[in-house]
Structures are given as C-alpha cells and as structure tokens.
C-alpha cells in the first residue's frame, strides 16, 4: 500500500483561524466563511489553497449569491492505520479501497460541503498512529465530522487536549466522542448529534457506564438546542441504532422524543449485514445505512441548504 493514506505524510501547517462548534474538538471557521480547499492529486504533499466563493457584492454593487452547503455522510473508510488494509474486509471487495473512496468523493464533494463520517475514520490504535490518515483525509475537499466507531482506538482513548493537539493541523477535520451542535447557513439551522451508538445490554461494567454517560450527553445537548428550533434534526450513530424490527432501544426512543428527522450509521458491511438494522422511516425518525461498501464508497446526501433535497442515498 506504497501510496495509501498512511504512506503520504505532508508538513504541518498553521491552523486556520476560527472556533469548533460546541462538542466538537478542531480548528476550522465556520462552515459559511471557511476558504474552499481544492481536491489534492493523492502524489501531492500538500495542496495550493485558493479562495473560496465569494459571497459579498460583486460588479456594481449586486450582491452574489452564498455557496450552497451540502451535507453528506458515510461511514466505516477504515483507512490503514500505518498498515496493510484488513485482511478480513477483503471478502467484502474492499482492496484499497481507499482509491475507490478518494475518486468518488472529489466527484462528489465540493469544498464547502461538510462529511459527517460515522465511525471506524481509521485503524490507528493512537493519535500520533491516526496522523498520516487523518492528513490524507483533510486532504479531501469539504469540512469532515468523525464520530467514534468501535475500531477507532486512536479517538475513543484519547482526551480532549491530546485530540485537539492531534486535529491542528488537519483544519478541516473536526472529531467527538458525542453531543450535539449546530450549524447555520443560509438562515437554516441544523442540528448534528453523534453518539457511538444504543448502550449494549451486557459486558464490562465500565464499558457500560461509557456507553450509558455518551448516551446522556448527547441527550442534554439535545435538549439544550431544542429552543434554537432547527430545520433540520440529524443524529450520527455508528452502530445501528435499534434492529431490523424496529423494536425500541435506548437511543431509538431518544431519537423519538428528540424529533429528529435522521439517523444514519454504520458498522454494518456485506450484503449479509446490511439488512441487520433499521431502514426507512419508523416513529418519525429516517434510518439510512451509510456504510461504505453499502454506499459503493460514494458519500450520501442528506441535506442541501438551498433546496428540499434529503436522504438521497447514493446510487
């Protein structure tokens, strides 16, 4: 894997100016005001940088017309991890997969958009292991959201000062372990949570208090931004968030009596597993699987701020 994720490192570089959303640990301006990033070739260390659209007056005083932001996700890019990809994911077609990731998603993403990425972003066990992989995925155009999965070591044992230490000089990455928080543009406000999934029913107790804390976390944040009254409700799980029955868990009932419009998630891989959680609406709530072999490595629309378009999957 000689030109892989974890076999191209880049300089640092600054950090680009601006806040992290709330819950949410990484530098980057908001997503209405940060500068495009256009597509790197995967043989470049590091990327020219140009200006973004311009959303001030333009010739004679005509105001020109704010960039549209989508919103996408997908899940499961298990990047290398400084190593050969998983032996056990090749069954499922996934031979470098990351090519296949990297075409589609400069087919796919423009640089203003943002990538919610529901968990296992990548192998690494640490933060300094997760470096190179994380620098290919900032690489990437649009802003990306990483949300924990059960494979991502390197997030889920990290603490917050390590995590923004690790996360300043990849600007357009933003990483939590869970909560909610919004984003605005164009008028529109809308509400990303991320949890890793349902607390399990059984196993090491404090694995469970883990779970059962994530879980409460996100739903004060939900409750706090509620009285923002956002457009749009969506909620990143990496496990399913409930079965293929729809019968209720811990966080599905959350999800219901929080409103939310969607829930997407990962972890599951062959066409075995996909039928293994939730599809379609139930209660109220649109369940799509964005796993990446589900998705065919292509990252899946769920919002476009200028249009009504939501939960187009990809094709």
């Known amino acids: 894997m000689g030109d892989g994720p974890a076999a191209r490192a880049r300089p640092p570089r600054p950090p680009a100016p601006g806040a992290a959303h709330r819950g949410a640990v990484g530098r980057h301006p908001p997503l209405a005001d940060r500068a495009a990033q256009p597509a790197a070739d ?3 260390h590091r990327p020219a940088h140009r200006p973004g659209p311009a959303t001030g007056p333009g010739p004679g005083g005509v105001a020109r017309p704010a ?3 989508k919103i996408f996700a997908i899940g499961d890019l298990h990047l290398p991890g400084r190593s050969e990809y998983h032996a056990w994911m090749r069954p499922y077609g996934w031979a470098a997969h990351y090519q ?3 075409a589609r998603w400069r087919q796919t993403i423009a640089p203003q958009d943002l990538v919610i990425v529901c968990g296992d972003t990548t192998a690494a066990p640490t933060t300094a292991a997760a470096v190179p992989d994380l620098q290919w995925l900032d690489r990437m155009p649009g802003m990306k959201l990483l949300t924990p999965g059960n494979h991502d070591g390197w997030l889920n044992h990290a603490t917050r000062t390590r995590l923004t230490a690790t996360l300043a000089d990849t600007p357009t990455i933003q990483a939590t372990h869970h909560g909610a928080r919004i984003i605005s543009h164009q008028h ?3 509400l990303i949570g991320a949890v890793i999934g349902p607390p399990p029913t059984s196993g090491p107790p404090k694995a469970l208090a883990r779970a059962r804390r994530a879980l409460e976390h996100l739903d004060a944040d939900l409750s706090d931004l509620a009285s923002m009254d956002p457009h749009l409700r969506i909620v990143a799980s990496h496990y399913p ?4 029955d729809q019968a209720p868990t811990e966080l599905s009932e959350l999800l219901e009596a929080h409103r939310i419009d969607l ?3 990962g972890h599951l891989h062959g066409r075995g597993q996909h ?5 379609g609406t139930h209660r109220g709530v649109r369940y799509l699987l964005c796993s990446s072999d589900h998705l065919r490595f292509t990252p899946a629309l769920l919002h476009d701020t200028t249009t009504t378009t939501h939960w187009s999957p990809a094709p």
């Not at 039928?275 to 599809?279: D, I, K, S, V």
Request: aromatic letters at 4%; hydrophobic letters at 35%; proline letters at 21%.
């Open 67 to 69: 960039p549209t932001v």
């Open 188 to 190: 529109q406000r809308i």
């Open 241 to 244: 968030p409930c079965g293929p």
């Open 275 to 279: 039928a293994a959680g939730p599809h």
């Open 42 to 44: 995967p043989a470049h």
């Open 100 to 102: 296949q990731i990297a």
């Open 263 to 265: 829930c997407v998630y």
